[in-house]
């Protein structure tokens, strides 16, 4: 067993899979000398050397370009783009490019790339690093994402990212880069790609989570005391639909703890689906506890007012499993977006 | 290899047809000149194809610009990787497409290309190395700069080349493609294919230096300018630049200049041009510029022509039938090939 | 009364709002001297002159991003991107750049910009042009978004955005160019931000559609012959909440159709967010009339069955009406995504 | 105009106050040394507050870069347009906002330049022209495009100035906003704050030509390399820049060579500095040499120079006192300014 931080896992995964596969090469900015900004790539230059391990200008465009015509030349190449708002340079490379190539050759040509991205607020980086954008790349047909939720995730996901035939985008929430936990890792961590996982059983309710609303979500059930069932999501596109139901058939009830604000993200696509497939069949509306509409914040208690709190995930969940009905958002009274 | 491994596409014709039309345009001049035929009727036959109301959809013409897609084709091996872009019914027929294929894209047939799912910009054909069409402008060189890195990394002596037009060459990924390229030392070649326009705007008016291939002094490469209309000229300059790559010398930027006779696009009737330039143009065709040349080395005779012409269209003709008579591309099949299958 | 094509329209708001504020400014790949690929901005150069009529170079950054520093420094520019999907690579200058700017500047600047794109299929324009990419913006704060849905509505939604003292994008499904539409242009055509259209009245159901899936619902409604209310959305962001709920909550059913593949798209923000308010409510699950999760294809025949259409949503809603259950896709039965 | 409209920033120092700082910059050279000396003080105020617990989040020192802030705020006017970039808290002190407003934001206050919702690297202060600042490299050169766009536009003698770091050479940003200022000849001055280091890589590790600057004959524009250590060198070709631009002469591009002496942002060490570096570069610290020449010249003397830094002193530290004694920024204000305010 190791203990490890969530960065560390990481790296791991990435030594891990450059000594199984020759073919894997990692790159991207500061990732070999520094190690990664996020320490996720450590040693792996004086291990692997200065051909697999490369460090990039800044440029997102040819960093993720590149990963597509590296893995269409042979290689398996995990990039790195620093921050996932960067995504907005270099999106086309990954959805409109990367991720259409197998289609487009009719199959002739596969694009084994994994990209991996942090993501998400906690850190005082302010509105421009700070977005977790998953809905840059939920709708895009032949990528695969996930999102991870903690050091045991992060090496499992990762290391099944980069076996995958196709490009995969992996979200890492920055704010768990320094929380630990204990796994072994090698062949049996690695996960499936689509596969949810219950993180904790219950039956009143039904609480779907993701990255680092996971934790969160775990610690408010734990003091609301209630039979809470949580799902760790981890996949994104395609997601785990079948968990998700069969959860909720049983618990008659789904709330669902984003960190993206209200509009858009991968709540919608959950709620949506579970309110189709189980109409009739809930006892109450499905909860969706989120951020507000608003640019994150920098001010660090404006920051963590933002993000649901443990608290205030609780006190949602309270709500709502005692009447019944969706309670208020913290910021109801506030006159939004002005 | 990734490129390759998979199933492919469905086609009737002989899967190793591609590699040996491009294997005659490596070898033979009187080849390179009979192709350069066959993409003039080609694009005659599509914009009949259109007229007809037998096509439908996006598709851009090269009809002038033979010299450039051929020259490429002979001048590169078929087992180096090229990335062209949207304009690319000349490159894919240079590189060994068959007519069926080119037309069989342009009708939506199972018989095209990528069996009618891309449409005529997006030809592909692995077994000769066109191992992808990027249609959006310039998205396809940082693609180019990582087929190289992988080819590098493996210690392989592939090289890859980039084709793309001169409107590529004011976006933000020619700027970071080329850099990253020039960095690490890829073994890539990127050719601008300047064809005087963009959409319906002339390269002076929108690009800052001329020629535009002087761009790669800002990454510290070599460049060069090549009469795209000289098909010799352009296996000269393409053969060198490729011979530097593979040897480990780095990419070149090469622009090869060129005209497209008809306009961006089927509705296009190119108002935008001045008055002469496309007669001036015309004055140097490049078929009758290598015609003229094999003429004169004796290398063949009018009557050799005047059979490469007829075969050309007897070609192309046959491969508009078959293509139309192929099956429409099966509903299912936009369901196929979206992910790698997983291994069983 | 003019009858107009869409293109014309579009051309005419542009010479209007030019006509009345001076500090009204157009650019693009070939918007000037060509009047634009689409016919959308035909004699503006000629009427406004080359300072204020602009053709660029192939440069969507650079072409959104001075559309934010002109937006900045006092100008009303409306920017075109020619196909939506070319937002993959200037997604930044929209979302992280232009929609911030008032924000961190607290209030202080101001970035009236209108960006205008073509988006969706049906013109054979194939995998990397036929997107409708509303998700891209759908959750960008500080962003408004509008889809147009014909001649009027894009003359009177785009006469509203250039107005609007925020970023706005407005996207216009480019199979309507083509389309006519009788209106009176001018002040009185100006539409409101934010708020959707009853497009027909009735009292079995409620459809909500976008785009060109308004033309094919209305189709599809009359065919059906059922008293159904059509709502056509126009804006995305904010999205008219009122007008939705309002619908529903007399109907008691309500289905989308959307151009977008079922994953993602407009589509899950407004089924959940009804699902919430209208929960018990409801005498039908949300059915969502989508194209299938593959890229767009070529092919006329696939592309045709690829889009929703009037027949396909006419069997839908029927089959919806009748028995109060969900249809299957016309894909249900092929191996999706293989 | 859109800026300096807006309802503004709620600030407990007089709304005046930055452009009277900026003006002093512009007619004193003592002043220019003062505020140097400023800069350099409240770094490492912000080190303390972040040490201490006190501030927290992303932050970017720029000690040893203070000649650069000074002479671009002494060369522009306060009325042309300014757009920063993240290493910014120099340039925001330079062109005069308070340190109350640099350390509030940095501190999350509601004295910050931007109430603390933005952080130190979004310092904004419209009265003296700096309009915006950004955080993703070189996004902010299209931006200053098109502000240029909007004076030319309007026929104004505006000129609008990007700064931003060596590392956003290579982005696609860079290449798409100096092509399209070259094509306008826009009224704007591009900048390079060249520190020779990206977060971890030496320039020179990730840029193909020597100097970066050169790459503006890519645009057939004029550039400069300057030493961005001698304040007076700084504002000569800045001033240069800046008349060429407001005179219909087009944009330059400018690289002024520079040192940053801490990491990247806090928790870098540099550890990837070659050995000795640092000390040539402190050798030819900026403030010294200024504070060299004007005693040189008889302009200030030595105890003139102790009475500068403690004025400095005393001023961030009455401003660090100030900014902790005001309140934390109001939940509230995260709904503010979303969106513009509609007219009433
Ligand atoms: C990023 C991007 N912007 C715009 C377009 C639309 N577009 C398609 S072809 C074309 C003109 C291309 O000109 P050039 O590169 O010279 O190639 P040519 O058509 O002359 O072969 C444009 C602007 C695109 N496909 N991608
Ligand atoms: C598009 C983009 N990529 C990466 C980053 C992350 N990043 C922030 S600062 C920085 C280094 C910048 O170097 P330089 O431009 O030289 O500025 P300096 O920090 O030296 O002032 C990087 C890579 C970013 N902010 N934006
Ligand atoms: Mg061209
Ligand atoms: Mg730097």
């Known amino acids: 067993m190791a203990r490890l931080r969530m960065n560390q896992a990481i790296g791991r995964a990435l030594a891990d899979a450059m000594d199984e596969d020759p073919t894997v090469v990692v790159f991207g900015e500061d990732v070999a000398a520094a190690g990664g900004v996020f320490k996720t790539s450590v040693g792996l230059l004086e291990a692997f050397g200065p051909d697999r391990v490369r460090d990039t200008p800044i440029s997102e465009m040819a960093i993720v370009g590149a990963a597509v015509g590296a893995a269409m030349g042979g290689l398996r190449p995990v990039a790195e783009i620093m921050f996932a708002d960067f995504f907005g340079v270099a999106l086309d490379q990954v959805v409109t490019q990367g991720a259409l190539v197998h289609y487009l050759t009719r199959g002739a040509v596969t694009v084994p790339m994994v990209v991996r991205s942090s993501v998400g607020a906690g850190r005082g980086f302010a509105a421009t690093h700070s977005r977790t954008v998953e809905e840059w790349f939920l709708s895009a047909p032949g990528l695969k994402l996930v999102e991870v939720s903690g050091a045991r995730t992060a090496y499992g996901l990762l290391r099944a990212a980069i076996r995958e035939d196709g490009p995969v985008v992996v979200l890492e929430p920055r704010a768990l880069y320094g929380s630990r936990e204990e796994f072994e890792p090698g062949e049996d961590a690695v996960l499936a790609l689509g596969r949810a ?28 005391g209630a039979s809470v069932e949580l799902i760790d999501l981890l996949s994104l596109r395609p997601w785990d639909v079948d968990t998700v139901l069969e959860s909720v058939a049983r618990t008659g009830r789904l709330a669902l703890v984003e960190e993206h604000p ?56 309270r709500t709502w499993l005692d009447t019944g009905k969706l309670p208020a958002p913290w910021w109801a009274d506030i006159r939004e977006g002005v | 290899m990734a490129i390759g491994e998979g199933p492919g596409s469905v086609t009737t014709y002989d899967a190793k047809t591609p590699l040996r039309r491009r294997e005659e345009v490596i070898a033979d001049p009187r080849a390179r000149l009979e192709r350069m035929m066959e993409i003039r009727h080609a694009e005659q036959k599509i914009r009949e194809l259109h007229e007809e109301g037998l096509a439908w959809g996006s598709t851009h013409s090269c009809d002038g610009q033979e010299a450039v897609a051929v020259g490429i084709a002979a001048a590169v091996p078929p087992t180096d990787h090229v990335v062209g872009a949207h304009r690319g019914h000349g490159l894919g027929l240079a590189m060994g497409l068959t007519p069926e294929q080119l037309l069989g894209e342009t009708l939506g047939r199972s018989v095209g290309a990528v069996e009618g799912l891309g449409g005529s910009p997006h030809l592909v054909e692995t077994s000769v190395g066109l191992v992808f069409t990027v249609t959006l402008m310039g998205a396809g060189i940082p693609i180019v700069a990582g087929l190289a890195l992988a080819a590098q990394v ?33 073994p890539a070649v990127f050719i601008i294919e300047n064809n005087h326009y963009g959409e319906f705007s002339r390269y002076d008016r929108t690009t800052t230096v001329e020629p535009p291939a002087r761009r790669a002094e800002a990454y510290g490469l070599p460049w060069t300018l090549v009469d795209g209309q000289d098909v010799d000229a352009v296996i000269e300059a393409v053969g060198t630049a490729v011979a530097t790559a593979r040897s480990g010398g780095g990419p070149t930027l090469l622009e090869l200049r060129t005209y497209r006779y008809f306009g961006h696009s089927r509705s296009d009737r190119a108002p935008y041009r001045p008055e002469g330039e496309l007669e001036a143009w015309r004055a140097r065709d490049p078929i009758r510029i290598l015609g003229d040349r094999l003429v004169a080395d004796g290398v063949v005779d009018e009557a050799d022509l005047a059979a490469m012409e007829e075969r050309c269209r007897e070609r192309v003709e046959a491969a508009a039938a078959h293509a139309l008579a192929a099956p429409v591309t099966d509903v299912t099949a936009m369901f196929r090939h979206v992910y790698p299958e997983a291994a069983p």
Chains 1, 3 share one sequence.
């Open chain 2, 154 to 186: 493996q210690g392989s002596d592939r090289v890859a080349v980039a084709v793309f037009g001169d409107g590529a060459v004011n976006i933000g990924a020619f700027h970071e493609g080329l850099n990253l390229a020039a960095l690490w030392r890829l």
């Open chain 1, 197 to 224: 996982e219950v993180r904790r059983p219950g039956d009143e309710a039904t609480v779907v989570a993701v990255g680092q609303t996971v934790g969160i979500a775990d610690r408010a059930i734990e003091e609301l």
């Open chain 1, 262 to 317: 209200f509009t858009g993200g991968w709540g919608p696509d959950v709620a949506s689906r579970v309110g189709q497939e189980l109409f009739g069949d809930l006892a109450a509306p499905i909860l969706r506890i989120t951020a507000p509409d608003v640019p994150v914040p920098f001010a660090r208690e404006l920051e963590f007012r933002y993000l649901p709190s443990v608290e205030y995930v609780a006190s949602q969940l």
